[in-house]
């Protein structure tokens, strides 16, 4: 069993170094690309490509969490080394997919005579619904491939997958560079993408393949009672879809049509920093979760050990998502201003919005990886249609009142009013069979310690009144890395979260080390 552990945390901390080495490099590539985007093209270009982005999020419902319930499919055949049971599931997954992609490309056009309701603009861009069949092609593609990878990830192998990726991005960023430069031609600039990314894909199949040469083999069909387990995972699992694409892209949607497409764009480029934050924490809750879905999967792991790795992971995301929300409340609008222009920049308090939307979303990322690793489905699967529908209701009706701000307000609302307490209530009560207040109160700690040293940081950085934007911006960054980080762990110094990260991970690797020495 200590053999079967060794090699999950080597394969987690192999899949977090290639995940952040190559969320790092999107991040990187991101700036870059939307630096170079705003300083040659207009600003209304910038608006559509976030809108653009918004929509075929939408329109990827059709996917109705299949992902998830693949990946939660694979785990038990992967512990046990059933490969025609993975090589059957890998094929019923196919015919899935195509007709996935299907799908998403009818219904994808289906909305282009709608797009002149949606966005709102002073002047009028030519060639609007060729720009958004490209982007469309771009997202019916992946679903081609998406099949095999997602098998590499079960198996805790994405950080071979990771390398590629890495490749291809670096293609697509100098490809689109240049064409912006030599042509400012948007629709080039998407044609690019769309090629490069066919190519990434296909590569990350090949490889697949190669890595699982018994994908080849001719697939048995799937019984039924694993049919109709994974019919049941995904209806279920088609409500968070829905609600959670609904929650993260209304957002956008509503500013286009309440304040107007522009205004997108200046969001977008929030986003775009977000995003990279997300990306980084993203990185190492995916390779957690093929290691949760691993340790669930076998047999010899107990609710009380299960229990124990929840606690230790929910700890390590309160610290990164509350030390990346002070970052992010101090340094944002010095980052815009930096890498976009003053002209870009929004108010204090929508960047306040902005990032409590990050931390409400982000702070319960524990829950989500136990959920979908657990095959947690259909217990909670209301909590999130009703937390969608007053996030709706809400956002309507603040964005006509406070305009962006309100829109934004009323997702953080919504998120409090509801599933911000009720699916950790009922995950707990009925997965690990404990009562519920502790993480409530943790929840409660927490968030008073993140808003003082959030607080405290800030202040700290209202006298950092140097003229040159850049040497203002790494001294705020160093008191952002210093402050909290240091008042964090001088609360945590003694605390038992401290004492079982020491046990659990950094004990066990030194112990190893020293055998091996």
């Not at 929910?314 to 890498?339: K, M």
Request: aromatic share 14%.
């Amino acid at each position: 069993m200590s053999d079967l552990n060794d090699s999950r945390i080597r394969k987690s901390g192999m899949n977090v170094v290639t995940g952040i080495a190559q969320n790092s490099l999107t991040i990187l590539l991101a700036f870059l690309s939307r630096i170079i985007f705003v300083r040659v093209l207009d600003a209304s270009y910038l608006g559509i490509n976030g809108l653009f982005t918004n929509i075929l999020n939408f329109l990827s419902l059709a996917d109705l969490g299949v992902s998830t319930a693949m990946m939660y499919s694979l785990y038990e055949p992967i512990v046990s080394g059933n490969y025609e049971k993975i090589t059957a599931l890998i094929d019923f997954f196919k015919r899935i997919y195509h007709k996935i992609a299907f799908a998403v490309l009818v219904l994808g056009l289906l909305l282009l005579p709608f797009l002149k309701y949606i966005i709102r603009l002073e002047k009028e861009i030519p060639n609007l619904e060729w720009y958004y069949i490209l982007a469309l092609l771009n997202v019916v593609i992946s679903y081609l491939f998406v099949y095999r990878t997602t098998l590499m990830i079960a198996d805790q192998r994405g950080y071979i997958l990771n390398n590629y990726i890495m490749i291809f991005k670096v293609a697509t960023f100098a490809a689109q560079t240049a064409v912006l430069f030599v042509t400012q031609d948007y629709f080039l600039y998407l044609l690019v993408a769309l090629l490069i990314g066919f190519f990434s894909n296909l590569t990350q199949s090949i490889v697949t393949v190669r890595a699982y040469p018994y994908l080849r083999r001719k697939a048995s069909p799937i019984g039924n009672r694993d049919k109709k387990k994974i019919y049941s995972n995904v209806k279920a699992l088609f409500l968070y879809k829905v609600t959670a694409v609904i929650n993260n892209d209304i957002d956008s949607i509503l500013i286009s049509i309440l304040v107007g497409t522009v205004f997108v764009g200046y969001y977008s480029n929030y986003l775009t920093v977000m995003s990279a934050v997300v990306m980084l924490i993203t990185a190492v809750f995916t390779a957690c979760k093929a290691s949760v879905g691993n340790m669930i999967a076998d047999s010899g792991t107990d609710l009380a050990s299960q229990f124990k790795i929840y606690k230790l992971i929910e700890f390590g995301n309160y610290w990164l998502v509350s030390f990346a929300a002070i970052c992010s409340v101090c340094l944002l609008n010095d980052c815009i201003s930096i890498f976009f222009g003053s002209e870009y920049v929004l108010s204090n308090i929508i960047v306040l919005a902005i990032v409590a939307c990050f931390y409400t979303s982000n702070i319960c990322q524990t829950i989500w990886v136990f959920r979908e690793t657990t095959g947690f489905f259909q217990e909670v699967k209301y909590v999130m249609v009703v937390h969608c529908i007053l996030n709706l209701i809400l956002s309507v009706f603040l964005g006509r009142i406070c305009g962006m701000f309100g829109i934004l307000a009323a997702t953080v609302i919504s998120r409090l009013c509801f599933s911000g307490w009720n699916e950790p209530y009922v995950f707990f009560k009925k997965y690990f069979k404990v009562s519920p207040i502790g993480y409530f109160q943790n929840y409660l700690k927490w968030l008073i310690l993140s808003i003082t040293a959030g607080t405290i940081t800030w202040k700290l950085c209202t006298y950092v009144n140097l003229s040159l934007g850049w040497i203002r911006l790494l001294v705020k960054m160093g008191i952002c890395i210093l402050t909290p980080n240091l008042l964090f762990g001088l609360f945590f110094c003694r605390s038992k979260e401290i004492k079982q990260l020491y046990e659990v991970i950094i004990k066990p690797i030194w112990q190893k080390r020293n055998v091996k020495g």
